[in-house]
């Protein structure tokens, strides 16, 4: 029996137990409430954990032990995101095939994970890798494809040279892959699509009532970016069948509107530009062709460019003719790739009429001179003689309706949202379950065939014409269905789409007849807490709301929304050591002296920083490196002592050392460490009302700590209940089984390891959460504050009962108050109970 504390001792054991008697195993028992944990989806990496990665998964433990303890029937899944570009790329450069690579990955995280104590149900493990998940990512897509929510489209496409393939939009900022930092180009490539703004409103519609953080809804609503306004014909004047439109949130201004532009990529370009434009025009397209559209928009804040085609369209309120311009401000992927100019009350028009010498025309009412400033405030409609007069919104409504009664144009509501650019030239992703007929139509696969799996190929890199990599294995591309030859799609699914569903894949992971059961998805529904990083707030979040919204309108989900309440935890940054040449240092290898930090054995300063941790940046701190010096529990309770969880904090190793005292202390309060024996001074006594108080303390702080997800100040309620106890010569049993039980879900390994020391039945996680006493939170002594004409002269200890006349009597002989009441008269007594007494004084007479 082990005599000192030994977490690497004990923590294997209690593990063994858990797993060897599934003590985590989740069941559908009818006869508990259910409580639906999860973490968001970990990407098995080749570097493992860092110490930032379990700050999620401990505080999604410690909420699934302590609802367990409260009576749910908890689900507690983990699971890898096993597909993706990074797995790819670490194939081509070991030449491993990523298959294996994410295995070993997994097995990596499996093993720093089981060894944290997590209480997963790892019967439920799921991987998006393996063919047994994939087929049903598959299915689902079918399902999209038989709705018509998956469709091919020439669209323009940001292609990375560096990967050899599309990225999604959203992944791509600045002109560069947001995870590489690599170059992207701009291609017009046919491409998978899903058609998520067919979701659009009801993405936006059902956010209300989410329990989220604001920060993410507004995020959300400003991704889907619900605009209304006018849908705008405008006609060509020299071939008036040919027209184009415009969206509009402010119809009010048309009067306004002296030109238009067309975005470089818009089908009418070619058709209208004049002969002896075509040069320039053409030229200014292919240019534009080149740049992404974030640099598209940066250099237009900065010059604005374009082209007059030659052509001219009519102002359909006026009559006017009004000439069309090419410029790349203007987007061929928002709206409609069009725009009427109105430069008096627009500053980037009113930029661009000043660089081309374009009509500006005021009509709204208020600012200056709109010939050298925009005016962008509210007012009344003025040189528009349908409108005149009538203030912003009733003029909007009165133009509308005008152009509507005339086929001119119409209401409309417009989303920022495009749909899903789904396609990926990879070779590790999900196959798609399509086959293309040689006219270029599209056929499904038969369900009965799913999965489609991937073959097995040497080199994951694209073919020298630029295909997929999966065009390589002509074997699997080319096949024959009721006689027919096609061929297979080659390229695969990105990355998000097995993240997209796999909560609900969690419910019932084997079963081999459909993605989850009906029972079983009624039975658990919504994810009741969703733990997770706020860089998931858009696009994780609004893919798998739009999958769950398909799958509720086929019948396989009962409910609307996925999760139901999400919390966002921090970041945990590290301390970087860099020099003048600005190369990076490990921890180690830096030392502080006078102040300031060297590198060891120099005279090198060292610049220190809080960071992200990172490779290159020689601050990545590894769990297992913590656990093997302070064990699990101690960096569990330490993750969460650090701070509120959802701030951002830098790690500090030396921090952990407190934590890992208290953990010996609170042993040494229930096991002899001479004999292993119960402590001798641990019995059946009654508490005494201070140790009372400690412990209903602790119980109500950690209590609402659950509840409201608050996890450090209930650690120090905790410390303050063992440092009360240490060196009593009475330590009462009962405190100690109410305390062991609070900590458990914390840190669970001690807990029962104790738990057992003091020969109690059963488990600590077994036993029923302690309720707080109100009346042992009360204090026979209160501490007031005691003033002398409003300034604070001392502090008063005094029972709770103490009258009137002894409190103030009590704060009159404080040796401070006393001498600042020498040759005053008190001519007012206040009494604030149990906080603040005041004495209101003038000169004696």
């Not at 994939?134 to 299915?139: D, L, M, N």
């Not at 998805?521 to 858009?538: K, M, N, P």
């Not at 701030?647 to 010996?664: C, D």
Request: hydrophobic content about 40%; proline content about 6%.
């Amino acid at each position: 029996m082990q005599h000192r504390y030994a977490p690497e001792k004990i923590e294997p054991r209690w593990q063994r137990y858990w797993e060897e008697n599934q003590c985590f195993r989740a069941e559908e028992d009818p006869d508990k409430p259910k409580y639906y944990v999860l973490c968001m989806f970990p990407y098995p990496s080749g570097t493992g954990l860092h110490v930032g990665n379990p700050l999620s998964y401990t505080a999604v433990d410690i909420i699934a032990r302590y609802k367990r303890i409260k009576g749910f029937s908890v689900l507690n899944p983990i699971g890898f995101d096993a597909f993706g570009l990074p797995a790819e790329r670490a194939a081509v450069r070991l030449g491993r095939n990523p298959r294996d690579i994410t295995r070993d990955n997994i097995a990596t995280f499996t093993r720093q994970l089981k060894r944290l104590g997590f209480s997963y149900d790892w019967s439920r493990a799921l991987n998006t890798s393996s063919p047994e998940y994939y087929k049903w990512t598959q299915w689902i897509f079918l399902k999209m494809y038989e709705k018509g929510l998956a469709y091919l489209a020439e669209v323009p496409v940001y292609w990375c040279p560096a990967q050899g393939t599309v990225l999604a939009n959203e992944e791509v900022q600045d002109g560069r892959y947001v995870e590489t930092g690599d170059p992207v180009q701009r291609r017009v490539m046919r491409q998978w699509m899903l058609r998520i703004t067919a979701y659009a409103q009801r993405l936006l519609d059902d956010l209300e009532g989410l329990d989220w953080p604001e920060g993410v809804l507004e995020m959300q609503r400003n991704w889907i970016g619900r605009s209304e306004g006018a849908m705008v014909t405008f006609r060509i004047a020299e071939q008036p069948r040919r027209s184009f439109q415009v969206f509009t949130t402010r119809p009010d201004t048309l009067y306004g509107a002296t030109w238009c532009v067309l975005a470089p990529e818009h089908e009418l370009v070619k058709e209208i530009t004049t002969p002896e434009l075509a040069a320039s025009v053409n030229a200014y397209v292919e240019r534009s062709r080149q740049l992404s559209d974030m640099e598209r928009q940066i250099a237009a804040e900065k010059e604005k460019s374009g082209v007059f085609t030659g052509a001219f369209a009519i102002n359909p309120v006026n009559g006017k003719r009004i000439p069309v311009w090419v410029a790349d401000y203007v987007l061929g992927s928002y709206g409609t790739g069009a725009i009427m100019a109105v430069p008096a009350h627009d500053q980037r028009d009113h930029a661009f009429a000043l660089k081309f010498g374009l009509p500006i025309v005021q009509v709204i009412s208020g600012g200056r001179d709109v010939q050298q400033e925009a005016w962008t405030g509210g007012g009344v409609a003025v040189n528009s003689p349908l409108i005149d007069g009538l203030e912003v919104e009733r003029a909007k409504k009165r133009i509308t309706r005008w152009l509507q009664e005339r086929g001119l144009g119409s209401f409309k509501v417009e989303y920022k949202l495009r749909d899903w650019l789904f396609s990926r030239q990879r070779y590790w992703g999900e196959p798609f379950p399509i086959l293309h007929r040689a006219d270029g139509s599209t056929v499904p696969v038969p369900e009965d065939s799913l999965p489609i799996t991937l073959p097995a190929l040497d080199n994951f890199k694209p073919t020298a014409d630029g295909r997929p990599p999966l065009a390589r294995a002509t074997d699997w591309v080319e096949v024959e269905l009721n006689g027919e030859k096609l061929l297979r799609e080659t390229n695969t699914m990105p990355q998000w789409a097995g993240s997209c569903w796999y909560y609900l894949r969690y419910m019932d992971p084997h079963n081999q007849h459909e993605p989850v059961s009906a029972k079983k998805e009624r039975y658990w529904g919504s994810v009741d807490l969703y733990i997770g990083g706020v860089e998931h707030a858009v696009l994780h979040l609004l893919y798998a709301r739009f999958w769950h919204k398909v799958l509720y309108d086929i019948g396989l989900v009962s409910t609307r929304e996925p999760f139901t309440r999400l919390f966002n935890q921090g970041m945990i940054l590290a301390f970087s050591y860099q020099d003048k040449n600005g190369k990076y240092h490990s921890p180690e290898s830096a030392e502080q002296r006078d102040g300031k930090w060297y590198l060891k054995g120099s005279h090198q300063e060292l610049k220190v920083q809080i960071e992200k941790m990172s490779k290159s940046k020689l601050n990545v701190v590894n769990p297992s490196d913590i656990v093997a010096r302070f064990g699990a529990d101690a960096f569990r309770l330490y993750e969460m002592f650090m701070g509120p969880l959802e701030q951002v904090k830098p790690w500090q190793t030396s921090g952990i050392q407190g934590v890992y005292r208290f953990l010996q202390r609170l042993w040494r309060l229930v096991v002899d460490e001479t004999t292993g024996e119960p402590n001798q001074a641990v019995g059946d006594f009654e508490a005494s009302p201070e140790t009372e108080r400690y412990i209903n303390k602790a119980i109500r702080e950690t209590t609402e700590g659950m509840e409201h997800i608050r996890f450090n100040t209930p650690i120090s309620r905790m410390m303050e209940l063992v440092n009360h106890l240490t060196g009593q010569p009475k330590i009462p049993r009962s405190v100690l089984e109410r305390l062991l039980v609070i900590l458990s879900p914390y840190a669970p390994h001690i807990s029962e390891e104790l738990w057992e020391r003091l020969r109690l039945p059963g488990r600590a996680a077994q036993q029923s959460w302690p309720e707080w006493d109100l009346a042992a939170l009360q204090e026979d002594t209160v501490h007031m504050a005691v003033q002398v004409q409003g300034r604070k002269r001392g502090t008063l200890a005094i029972s709770r009962d103490a009258s009137r006349e002894q409190i103030l009597e009590a704060a009159r002989n404080l040796d401070n108050v006393a001498r600042h009441l020498e040759g005053m008269e008190v001519v007012k007594e206040i009494l604030v109970p149990g906080r603040l007494v005041n004495l209101v004084v003038r000169p004696g007479r």
